[in-house]
C-alpha cells in the first residue's frame, strides 16, 4: 500500500550539506516528499510559510537565524510542525536544548543512515497520528457547527430518556454558545389519532397521522424552539422552549387550535412548564403518563394543573402490575396477596388517576384470560361490574373489590384449567400430532414451529399440549423418535448413522447417547438383545 507522502523542508546555511541532504537520501522511500531546500534560517522562515512542511530538518549552527530560533519562531505560528535538528557532536548541548523547545530527535554529522531512517519513521509516525486526531476533530467540529441544532436534539433525547446526565448536556449547550436556554422554562406535549380509526382503515389512519404531525410541528416551530420524537406505540412527543413564559397558556391554545381543526379524534396530554434541564426532563417524563392516562380514559386533551401530583417521583411503576398479572398465570393467591400490598402503596394520591391505573390493569388481566382460555360467563359479568363500580364507590373499596375479583380468577383458573385446555385443542391437537408425525426426521421440529402450523402461540400450545397429553412437547417429540427409531433398527435396512438423521438426530453419537437413556441399552445392544 502506497504511503502519502509528507511534505520535508530541509535547512543548511552550508550549500554542500544541504545539497546532499537534499540527494544523497530516498526520501520518498522513507514517505516524504522534499518541498524546499532553504541555505539559511530567514529563508526557512518564508518557506514554512508558503509551504507548511509537516517536518523540517534543520541544522543547529547558521548565522543570523540560528536552529533553535528558527524552532522557537515557527511553533508561534505553527506549532503542528515537527522540527529534527543536525548538530556537531561539539554541538550537543544545542541539541539538547532544541529537543527541549519542542524538536522531536537530533542527528549527529556525519548523518548514520540506520538512525536517520529510525528517526524518520517515528516521525511519519507521529505526524500520521495526529493527521487522524486532527482529521476527526475537524469532522466533529463540522458537526457541531453545520449540524448543531440536530445534535443538539439527539443529546437532549438521550437526556430525557436517562442515557447522558444533566452535567454532560449542560456542557454541551456551552460549547455550542447555548448555554442561556438551558435556563428556560420547559412543557412537553404528546399527541397521536385516536387508535380506534387504524382499526377503522390503517391507510387513511396513516395519512391523519402524517397531517397531524406535520401540524403541530409546523405551527409550534412558528412559535417555539422545540424538538420532536417519536415513541414506540407511534405518537410523538414536543418538547417546547416556553423561554421565560410564566404559564402554558399560550401552548395550550395553540395545540387547541390545531385539535379543532382535524377533523377526526385527537388524543392529545400537555406537561405543566417546569424549569432548566431537571424541568425538561420532568416535563418529558410527565407527557408520557398523562398521554397513557388519556389513551385509557379517552380524553381528547389532558393536561397537567398544578395541585396534581402524577410527577416523574411516583412510586407507581408497570413492575407491580407485571407481579399481579404474573399471579395470575401462576394461579397463586400468595403472589397475589404481595402484589396488592405493594400496589395499596404506590397508587398516587389523585383518586381518579389511581382508579384509571386499576381500571388498565383490570383490562389487561381480562385480555390475558381471554387469550388464555375462554373467559367464563361468571368472570365476565364479574369485570363487567367492577368497570360499572369504578365512579361508585371510594379508591379502597374498589381496590379492595379488584383483590376479590382476581382471587376468584385463580380460583377458577385451578379448577377448570385442564378442562378448558382440552376443550380448547380439542380442535388443533390431531392436526399437531399429525404433523409432529411426519417431521419427526426433521432437525428443526420445535414447539414453536408446530404452534405456528396450527396458528397458537407458542407459550399457551406448551401449556395446552401437556395438560391434554400429560407429557411436555419436548418429551413426547423424544418418545416419538426414539420409537421410530426401535423399528427402524429392528428392521436393520439402515446404518445407525442414517438412522439418527431419519429421526432428527443427525450426530449419531448424541443420538446413541438419548437412545440409551430411552432404553437402557446402545443401539447395537438393542438390535442384539431382540434378536436373540
Same mark, same amino acid.
Given at each position: 500500500?502506497?504511503?502519502?507522502?509528507?511534505?520535508?523542508?530541509?535547512?543548511?546555511?552550508?550549500?554542500?550539506?544541504?545539497?546532499?541532504?537534499?540527494?544523497?537520501?530516498?526520501?520518498?522511500?522513507?514517505? !516524504?516528499?522534499?518541498?524546499?531546500?532553504?541555505?539559511?534560517?530567514?529563508?526557512?522562515?518564508?518557506?514554512?510559510?508558503?509551504?507548511?512542511?509537516?517536518?523540517?530538518?534543520?541544522?543547529?549552527?547558521? @548565522?543570523?537565524?540560528?536552529?533553535?530560533?528558527?524552532?522557537?519562531?515557527?511553533?508561534?505560528?505553527?506549532?503542528?510542525?515537527?522540527?529534527?535538528?543536525?548538530?556537531?557532536?561539539?554541538?550537543?548541548?544545542?541539541?539538547?536544548?532544541?529537543?527541549?523547545?519542542?524538536?522531536?530527535?537530533? =542527528?549527529?554529522?556525519?548523518?548514520?543512515?540506520?538512525?536517520? +531512517?529510525?528517526?524518520?519513521? /517515528?516521525?511519519?509516525?507521529?505526524?500520521?497520528?495526529?493527521?487522524?486526531?486532527? @482529521?476527526?476533530?475537524?469532522?466533529?467540529?463540522?458537526?457541531?457547527?453545520?449540524?448543531?441544532?440536530?445534535?443538539?436534539?439527539?443529546?437532549?433525547?438521550?437526556?430525557?430518556?436517562?442515557?447522558?446526565?444533566?452535567?454532560?448536556?449542560?456542557?454541551?449547550?456551552?460549547?455550542?454558545?447555548?448555554?442561556?436556554?438551558?435556563?428556560?422554562?420547559?412543557?412537553?406535549?404528546?399527541?397521536?389519532?385516536?387508535?380506534?380509526?387504524?382499526?377503522?382503515?390503517?391507510? /387513511?389512519?396513516?395519512?391523519?397521522?402524517?397531517? =397531524?404531525?406535520?401540524?403541530?410541528?409546523?405551527?409550534? @416551530?412558528?412559535? !417555539?424552539?422545540?424538538?420532536?420524537?417519536?415513541?414506540?406505540?407511534?405518537?410523538?412527543?414536543?418538547?417546547?422552549?416556553?423561554?421565560?413564559?410564566?404559564?402554558?397558556?399560550?401552548?395550550?391554545?395553540?395545540?387547541?387550535?390545531?385539535?379543532?381543526?382535524?377533523? !377526526?379524534?385527537?388524543?392529545?396530554?400537555?406537561?405543566?412548564?417546569?424549569?432548566?434541564?431537571?424541568?425538561?426532563?420532568?416535563?418529558?417524563?410527565?407527557?408520557?403518563?398523562?398521554?397513557?392516562?388519556?389513551?385509557?380514559?379517552?380524553?381528547?386533551?389532558?393536561?397537567?394543573?398544578?395541585?396534581?401530583?402524577?410527577?416523574?417521583?411516583?412510586?407507581?411503576?408497570?413492575?407491580?402490575?407485571?407481579?399481579?398479572?404474573?399471579?395470575?398465570?401462576?394461579?397463586?393467591?400468595?403472589?397475589?396477596?404481595?402484589?396488592?400490598?405493594?400496589?395499596?402503596?404506590?397508587?398516587?394520591?389523585?383518586?381518579?388517576?389511581?382508579?384509571? !391505573?386499576?381500571?388498565?390493569?383490570?383490562?389487561?388481566? +381480562?385480555?390475558?384470560?381471554?387469550?388464555?382460555?375462554?373467559?367464563?360467563?361468571?368472570?365476565?359479568?364479574?369485570?363487567?361490574?367492577?368497570?360499572?363500580?369504578?365512579?361508585?364507590?371510594?379508591?379502597?373499596?374498589?381496590?379492595?373489590?379488584?383483590?376479590?375479583?382476581?382471587?376468584?380468577?385463580?380460583?377458577?383458573?385451578?379448577?377448570?384449567?385442564?378442562?378448558?385446555?382440552?376443550?380448547?385443542?380439542?380442535?388443533?391437537?390431531?392436526?399437531?400430532? /399429525?404433523?409432529?408425525?411426519?417431521?419427526?426426521?426433521?432437525?428443526?421440529?420445535?414447539?414453536?414451529?408446530?404452534?405456528?402450523?396450527?396458528?397458537?402461540?407458542?407459550?399457551?400450545?406448551?401449556?395446552?399440549?401437556?395438560?391434554?397429553?400429560?407429557?411436555?412437547?419436548?418429551?413426547?417429540?423424544?418418545?416419538?423418535?426414539?420409537?421410530?427409531?426401535?423399528?427402524?433398527?429392528?428392521?436393520?435396512?439402515?446404518?445407525?448413522? +442414517?438412522?439418527?438423521?431419519?429421526?432428527?438426530?443427525?450426530?449419531?453419537?448424541?443420538?446413541?447417547?438419548?437412545?440409551?437413556?430411552?432404553?437402557?441399552?446402545?443401539?447395537?445392544?438393542?438390535?442384539?438383545?431382540?434378536?436373540?
Amino acid at each position: 500500500m502506497r504511503m502519502d507522502l509528507l511534505k520535508l523542508l530541509l535547512v543548511d546555511d552550508e550549500a554542500i550539506i544541504l545539497k546532499g541532504l537534499a540527494e544523497t537520501y530516498d526520501w520518498e522511500q522513507m514517505g !516524504y516528499q522534499v518541498v524546499g531546500t532553504a541555505d539559511s534560517g530567514e529563508a526557512a522562515l518564508a518557506l514554512i510559510e508558503d509551504e507548511e512542511p509537516d517536518l523540517v530538518i534543520t541544522d543547529i549552527r547558521m @548565522k543570523k537565524v540560528s536552529g533553535l530560533e528558527l524552532i522557537e519562531r515557527t511553533k508561534c505560528s505553527h506549532p503542528e510542525i515537527k522540527f529534527v535538528v543536525v548538530s556537531a557532536y561539539r554541538d550537543f548541548e544545542y541539541a539538547r536544548q532544541a529537543c527541549q523547545n519542542g524538536a522531536l530527535s537530533y =542527528l549527529v554529522k556525519p548523518i548514520d543512515d540506520e538512525e536517520l +531512517e529510525k528517526i524518520m519513521k /517515528e516521525a511519519y509516525q507521529l505526524c500520521e497520528r495526529e493527521k487522524e486526531k486532527n @482529521k476527526r476533530y475537524e469532522n466533529w467540529k463540522k458537526i457541531l457547527v453545520d449540524n448543531q441544532d440536530s445534535f443538539l436534539s439527539q443529546m437532549i433525547e438521550r437526556y430525557v430518556k436517562d442515557l447522558i446526565n444533566a452535567n454532560e448536556l449542560n456542557q454541551l449547550a456551552k460549547n455550542l454558545s447555548r448555554d442561556m436556554q438551558v435556563q428556560n422554562y420547559y412543557a412537553a406535549v404528546c399527541a397521536d389519532i385516536d387508535i380506534i380509526h387504524k382499526v377503522e382503515n390503517q391507510v /387513511e389512519f396513516e395519512m391523519k397521522q402524517y397531517a =397531524l404531525f406535520t401540524s403541530l410541528e409546523k405551527r409550534m @416551530k412558528e412559535n !417555539y424552539e422545540m424538538w420532536k420524537y417519536a415513541n414506540t406505540d407511534g405518537s410523538h412527543v414536543y418538547l417546547v422552549n416556553l423561554l421565560q413564559e410564566s404559564d402554558i397558556s399560550h401552548l395550550k391554545q395553540l395545540v387547541e387550535e390545531i385539535k379543532e381543526e382535524c377533523e !377526526y379524534r385527537v388524543i392529545v396530554a400537555i406537561s405543566n412548564r417546569y424549569a432548566g434541564l431537571g424541568g425538561m426532563k420532568t416535563a418529558y417524563k410527565q407527557v408520557l403518563k398523562l398521554y397513557h392516562i388519556a389513551c385509557e380514559v379517552g380524553a381528547g386533551l389532558l393536561s397537567m394543573s398544578k395541585e396534581s401530583n402524577i410527577g416523574v417521583d411516583t412510586q407507581y411503576s408497570v413492575d407491580i402490575e407485571n407481579d399481579i398479572l404474573r399471579s395470575l398465570r401462576q394461579n397463586s393467591q400468595e403472589q397475589l396477596k404481595a402484589a396488592f400490598e405493594k400496589i395499596v402503596y404506590s397508587l398516587p394520591s389523585d383518586e381518579r388517576i389511581a382508579k384509571t !391505573y386499576l381500571h388498565r390493569l383490570a383490562v389487561q388481566a +381480562e385480555v390475558m384470560l381471554d387469550d388464555s382460555y375462554e373467559i367464563s360467563d361468571s368472570l365476565k359479568m364479574g369485570f363487567s361490574n367492577f368497570y360499572s363500580m369504578l365512579e361508585q364507590h371510594n379508591l379502597m373499596r374498589i381496590i379492595d373489590i379488584l383483590y376479590k375479583l382476581f382471587g376468584m380468577v385463580i380460583e377458577e383458573r385451578k379448577t377448570s384449567a385442564p378442562v378448558m385446555a382440552e376443550e380448547y385443542f380439542s380442535d388443533y391437537m390431531n392436526e399437531a400430532l /399429525e404433523y409432529i408425525h411426519k417431521h419427526l426426521q426433521d432437525e428443526e421440529l420445535s414447539i414453536t414451529v408446530v404452534a405456528e402450523k396450527v396458528f397458537l402461540n407458542p407459550v399457551y400450545f406448551g401449556r395446552f399440549f401437556k395438560n391434554v397429553m400429560g407429557i411436555t412437547f419436548k418429551r413426547y417429540v423424544l418418545n416419538q423418535r426414539m420409537e421410530c427409531a426401535k423399528t427402524l433398527i429392528l428392521q436393520g435396512k439402515e446404518s445407525i448413522a +442414517e438412522i439418527a438423521n431419519m429421526v432428527g438426530i443427525p450426530n449419531p453419537s448424541y443420538f446413541s447417547q438419548l437412545f440409551k437413556q430411552a432404553t437402557g441399552l446402545l443401539p447395537s445392544e438393542y438390535k442384539k438383545e431382540q434378536s436373540i
